[in-house]
C-alpha cells in the first residue's frame, strides 16, 4: 500500500482526492498524535494559498483539529515559509499549509510543520496515517477547541522577519511575479519597504489564475517585463511561494543552481558558510558543482526533494542548500525553503557587490542538460542498462555525466545527461533514451 505522504505533505486533486471529508479527518488525527507529546491545551495555525479549495480545505482541516481538542488559529492567504516561521516564532505546537505549491489550480494539497518550523519527519507522519478511520474518545464542552483569526498581525510579523534581513535595495529595480499566489500581498511590501523600485506582475489572485502560465514554472512574461521595464532584475515565485527564480537585467532566466552559487560564495566570503559546504541534489547541473570547486567551496549531494536536502543540513550542521528548481535554504534565517527571503538575499547581494545579477553569477557556467521520460518500462530492471551508461559517462569524461533515476510513481525512467555541448548532450541522451525503451520494454 502506497504511503499517504509524499515528499511535501499530502498532495492530489481537490474534492476528489482531497475532499473536506478527509482533510477533517487527517486534522483529527493529527491532533490525536500532537495530543500525546503536547504538555498543555495544543495550538495550531492554519494558512493557504490562494485557490479557490483552499479556503475550503483550511476549514475542514481547522474543524479536525478543534473536535480533537486543539485551539486554532487561521492566517488566511500567507507563503508556506511564512507559516513555517510563525509558527516557531509565535511558539504554536503545529502549523498547516494548504497548498499543492507550483501544481496547477485543480490540485491542492496539506502540509505539516512542527514546533520548530520543520515539517514533520517520517515518523509523526505514519503515526497521523495510522490513526485515520480509527476509533477514539471525542472532547466535549470547553475541550473542544477554539477558532479564531488573525491575518493582518501575522502578516506583519512575518514580513517585518524578511525586512530585518535585507539591506537597502534603494537605486534597484525590481521585477516581481507572484504566480496570483500566496506571495501577492506579502512580496510587494517586502521589497517595497526596503527602498526598492518595484514593478509588480501576477499579483492578483482570484482562485482559479495561481500558477497559470506564471510564476516560476512560466517565467516568460516576467523576462520580458524585465526587459520591457529596464529593470536590474526580476524573481518569480510558486504558488506558496517557497521557491524562487531570477531573470537578470538581459531578460536570462538565472535557475536555482546559480542563485545558491551566488549565495554559497557570499556566504563564504563573510565566513558565514559553516563547514564551507554547500547541499545540492543530484539533479544540480555540473557546472555548479564545477564552479563550486574553482572557489574551493565543498559540496554535498542527496536525493531529489528539498525534505532531503535539509536532512543532510541538519544532520552535519551545513547551513545552506536547496534545488536547481529554486527551493533554497538558508538555515540562518529560514527552516524551509522561502522564495521572499531568497530573492531579498540576492538583491540585497547585488546591492553590496554593486554589480549586474548577470556579472554576479558568471562564475557558474551551466552545461547544456537534456532531460528525456521514457514512459512504459520495468523502472525496477535498470541494471540490464548499467554498462550502456558507464559506456557514455566514459565518453563524456569529467565534463559530462549521465543520470539515470526510476520515477517513484508511474512505470518510466527518467534520463538526465550533461555534456559540453547541446549537440553532445542531446545525441547521449537519445541514445541512451532508445536503449532504456528497447530494453526495460514491458
Known sequence: ?????????????????????????????????????????????????????????????????????????????????????????????????ISASHNPMPDNGIKFINSQGFKLDDAIEDRIEACLNTQWDRPVGAAVGHISESCAVSDRVY????????????????????????????????????????????????????????????TERLQAMVKAAEADMGFAFDGDAD????????????????????????????????????VITVMSNLGLRLAC???????AVTAVGDRYVLEEMLAHGHMLGGEQSGHVISLRHATTGDGTLTAVLVASEIARRQQALAEAVSFVQTLPQRLINVPNV????????????????????????????????????????????????????????????DKLAL
Open 293 to 299: 570547486q574553482e572557489k574551493g567551496i565543498d559540496f
Open 159 to 218: 514580513m517585518d522577519h524578511l525586512v530585518s534581513i535585507g539591506d537597502s535595495l534603494r537605486g534597484l529595480s525590481i521585477v516581481l511575479d507572484c504566480a496570483n499566489g500566496a506571495a501577492s500581498r506579502v512580496a510587494p511590501k517586502v521589497f517595497q519597504e526596503l527602498g526598492a523600485d518595484v514593478v509588480v506582475i501576477n499579483a492578483s489572485p482570484d482562485g482559479r489564475n495561481i500558477n497559470k502560465e506564471c510564476g516560476s514554472t512560466h
Open 378 to 437: 520495468d523502472k525496477t530492471r535498470t541494471e540490464l542498462i548499467a554498462a550502456d551508461v558507464a559506456r557514455a559517462e566514459a565518453e563524456l569524461g569529467e565534463t559530462g555525466r549521465v543520470l539515470l533515476r526510476a520515477s517513484g510513481t508511474e512505470p518510466l525512467v527518467r534520463v538526465m545527461v550533461e555534456a559540453k555541448t547541446q549537440e553532445q548532450t542531446d545525441e547521449v541522451a537519445e541514445r541512451l533514451a532508445q536503449i532504456v525503451a
Open 243 to 278: 521557491r524562487c527564480l531570477a531573470v537578470d537585467h538581459t531578460g536570462r532566466l538565472v535557475n536555482g543552481d546559480e542563485i545558491m552559487g551566488l549565495m554559497a560564495l557570499s556566504m563564504k566570503e563573510r565566513g558565514e558558510l559553516a563547514n564551507n559546504t554547500l
Open 1 to 97: 500500500m502506497a504511503r499517504l505522504f509524499g515528499t511535501d505533505g499530502v498532495r492530489g486533486l481537490a474534492n476528489t482526492e482531497i475532499t473536506p471529508e478527509f482533510a477533517l479527518e487527517l486534522g483529527q488525527a493529527a491532533a490525536r498524535v500532537l495530543a500525546e507529546e503536547a504538555t498543555g491545551r495544543p495550538k495550531a495555525i492554519i494558512g493557504r494559498d490562494t485557490r479557490q479549495s483552499s479556503a475550503m480545505l483550511s476549514h475542514a482541516v481547522g474543524a479536525g483539529l478543534a473536535s480533537a481538542g486543539v485551539d486554532v488559529e487561521h492566517v488566511r492567504e500567507i507563503p508556506t515559509p511564512g507559516i513555517a516561521y510563525l509558527t516557531s516564532a509565535r511558539h504554536y505546537d503545529l502549523g498547516v499549509m
